[in-house]
């Protein structure tokens, strides 16, 4: 398989258009001890929750503190095995979620304060035959240790909340979590207080980090946002301004990558990825938007780091929240990463 190919199944995202071949990649790269091997099918619940884990994708592996792993998931694919109706619309969580070796988040999760995965999150919608959730992230070992991360699965929806019917999904064969490590790696997640709301026409600036890439002269950054269409009444209440006259919101999101000086001082040109667009129905609500950006430290022009924003366009309809901060087990909304290769 050639090594582009190979690196945009780690990383799920589009290439950056200046990047259009790579020759030699570090790490290695660990797939799940057994890939699912067949279907994984599973119940819809009212509410977001219970996790359902997906069987085989569990990656078991012993790190020194502060050691770091590049995790993502591929080849899941969602979809739904009861009929749904052209009202039946279904949340859907796909989760990384780490814990102790020999255990799960909810029997020996790590401690507390710990951040411990990230997630994927959009409706499904009856006009879908299927989706391809896909997450991203780093674990970074609290401590010398053992450590299993798996994927778990929640979908929800309240067409199911009074018990008279049953709803049932399905995993397909062959989803995985796979792991790296790499000469560099570092993550960030966006914090409660940045979270915002995306007005009409306007363009923010939201998760910044500085990255300071060692090791390899490749470099992926990836940026992926949890994003929710602000409708008319809408159960959030940092989710203000929608009205009836629109049917969700049209965005665009991209990477900007200003590389800089030790001190902070802006050192050459922004290095941008590939604007993608999104479209945000009222009956889709919630949306992961991910965002890959592929540089080289050529393209640093001689300095030493770069700072990696996530650029959030609004271009029709209502607002939209960029949810920030973490939900139950500690698990990223929007958040970001990097890694040398």
Same mark, same amino acid.
């Given at each position: 398989?050639?090594?582009?190919?190979?690196?945009? =199944? *780690?990383?799920?995202?589009?290439?950056?258009?200046?990047?259009?071949?790579?020759?030699?990649?570090?790490?290695? =790269?660990?797939?799940?001890?057994?890939?699912?091997?067949?279907?994984?099918?599973?119940?819809?619940?009212?509410?977001?929750?219970?996790?359902?884990?997906?069987?085989?994708?569990?990656?078991?592996?012993?790190?020194?503190?502060?050691?770091?792993?590049?995790?993502?998931?591929?080849?899941?694919?969602?979809?739904?095995?009861?009929?749904?109706?052209?009202?039946?619309? !279904?949340?859907?969580?796909?989760?990384?979620?780490?814990?102790?070796?020999?255990?799960?988040?909810?029997?020996?999760?790590?401690?507390?304060?710990?951040?411990?995965?990230? @997630?994927?999150?959009?409706?499904? !919608?009856?006009?879908?035959?299927?989706? #391809?959730?896909?997450?991203?992230?780093?674990?970074?070992?609290?401590?010398?240790?053992?450590?299993?991360?798996? !994927?778990?699965?929640?979908? @929800?929806?309240?067409?199911?909340?009074?018990?008279?019917?049953?709803?049932?999904? *399905?995993?397909?064969?062959?989803?995985?979590?796979?792991?790296?490590?790499?000469?560099?790696?570092? *993550?960030?997640?966006?914090?409660?207080?940045?979270?915002?709301?995306?007005?009409?026409?306007?363009?923010?600036?939201?998760?910044?980090?500085?990255?300071?890439?060692?090791?390899?002269?490749?470099?992926?950054?990836?940026?992926?946002?949890?994003?929710?269409?602000?409708? =008319?009444? #809408?159960?959030?209440?940092?989710?203000?301004?929608?009205?009836?006259?629109?049917?969700?919101?049209?965005?665009?999101?991209?990477?900007?990558?200003?590389?800089?000086?030790?001190?902070?001082?802006?050192?050459?040109?922004?290095?941008?990825?590939?604007?993608?667009?999104?479209?945000? #129905?009222?009956?889709?609500?919630?949306?992961?938007?991910?965002?890959?950006?592929?540089?080289?430290?050529?393209?640093?022009?001689?300095?030493?780091?770069?700072?990696?924003?996530?650029?959030?366009?609004?271009?029709?309809?209502?607002?939209? !929240?960029? +949810?920030?901060? +973490?939900?139950?087990?500690?698990?990223?909304?929007?958040?970001?990463?990097?890694?040398?290769?």
């Amino acid at each position: 398989m050639r090594l582009r190919s190979r690196l945009a =199944a *780690r990383l799920g995202g589009m290439f950056a258009a200046s990047v259009l071949a790579l020759t030699g990649l570090m790490g290695t =790269a660990t797939p799940a001890q057994a890939a699912l091997t067949e279907p994984f099918d599973y119940q819809v619940t009212p509410k977001a929750g219970p996790y359902r884990d997906i069987p085989g994708t569990e990656v078991t592996f012993t790190a020194a503190a502060g050691e770091r792993s590049y995790l993502w998931s591929r080849n899941v694919v969602l979809s739904n095995v009861t009929e749904l109706g052209e009202d039946d619309w !279904l949340g859907t969580t796909l989760s990384i979620r780490c814990a102790y070796a020999g255990g799960t988040p909810e029997t020996a999760p790590l401690p507390a304060g710990v951040e411990a995965g990230a @997630y994927w999150a959009a409706n499904y !919608l009856p006009t879908e035959t299927s989706q #391809s959730p896909i997450v991203r992230w780093v674990f970074i070992a609290p401590e010398q240790g053992t450590y299993t991360c798996r !994927l778990s699965v929640t979908s @929800y929806s309240s067409i199911v909340a009074d018990g008279s019917r049953q709803v049932t999904m *399905r995993i397909g064969a062959g989803a995985e979590l796979a792991r790296a490590g790499y000469p560099y790696a570092a *993550r960030w997640t966006l914090l409660q207080e940045s979270e915002r709301v995306v007005g009409a026409g306007s363009t923010v600036t939201t998760l910044g980090y500085t990255v300071t890439p060692t090791g390899a002269d490749r470099i992926a950054v990836v940026q992926d946002a949890a994003l929710t269409t602000c409708k =008319a009444n #809408s159960p959030y209440e940092s989710c203000s301004g929608g009205t009836t006259a629109y049917d969700g919101t049209h965005l665009q999101t991209w990477i900007e990558a200003q590389p800089q000086n030790p001190d902070g001082t802006r050192c050459g040109a922004p290095k941008t990825s590939t604007a993608a667009t999104w479209r945000i #129905s009222n009956a889709r609500h919630h949306q992961a938007a991910v965002n890959t950006l592929y540089l080289t430290t050529a393209d640093l022009g001689g300095c030493s780091q770069l700072r990696v924003s996530l650029k959030v366009k609004h271009t029709w309809g209502n607002p939209v !929240l960029i +949810h920030a901060g +973490h939900v139950a087990g500690h698990i990223a909304r929007t958040h970001g990463l990097a890694f040398t290769y």
